[in-house]
């Protein structure tokens, strides 16, 4: 049963893009499949395209490719965030501000998004630790938003 804020926004948006961490999840497969065939309906009754954005084991494998190239497995989100810490001098919390002002450039952005793309070339997302397809959303919301014709800092 998906909650009512999500039913309000299916019949609004054509797209939905619902990110979760495989992690420790109970019914990681199942959450798959339910998305992957979703027969959901917007206003005007067209199909509304749901796509499943998945961090193996966690989202901050996406923060750490910003910095590091690595397909090592990771045992738990905690060994992938002690690596994250290595990489930012013991600091990590998931409202750090300074973390994204350090990534959100096109270079971080275009290295996270290869790394991402090699991620997925080593396996499959039900049987590859780490894995993430972040990159796919973060490269739709980059050219609706016309990052690439945009002066960043």
């Not at 509304?48 to 901050?60: D, G, L, N, S, T």
Request: hydrophobic content about 35%; charged content about 25%; aromatic content about 12%.
């Amino acid at each position: 049963m998906l909650p009512i804020y999500i039913k309000s926004m299916i019949k609004k948006y054509g797209e939905i893009y619902i990110i979760f961490d495989k992690d420790t999840h109970p019914d990681f497969e199942s959450v798959q499949s339910k998305i992957r065939n979703s027969k959901l309906k917007s206003r005007d009754g067209s199909p509304v395209k749901m796509y499943a954005i998945i961090a193996i084991p966690c989202f901050e494998y996406w923060l750490l490719i910003h910095r590091k190239e690595t397909f090592k497995p990771f045992l738990s989100s905690l060994e992938l965030k002690d690596e994250w810490k290595k990489l930012w001098n013991g600091e990590y919390e998931k409202n750090t501000t300074k973390i994204f002002s350090q990534i959100i450039n096109e270079s971080s952005l275009l290295n996270a998004i290869s790394r991402a793309k090699k991620s997925r070339d080593c396996g499959t997302v039900n049987n590859k630790n780490p894995w993430t397809n972040v990159d796919e959303l973060v490269w739709h919301l980059m050219n609706i938003s016309n990052f690439f014709n945009k002066n960043i800092s």
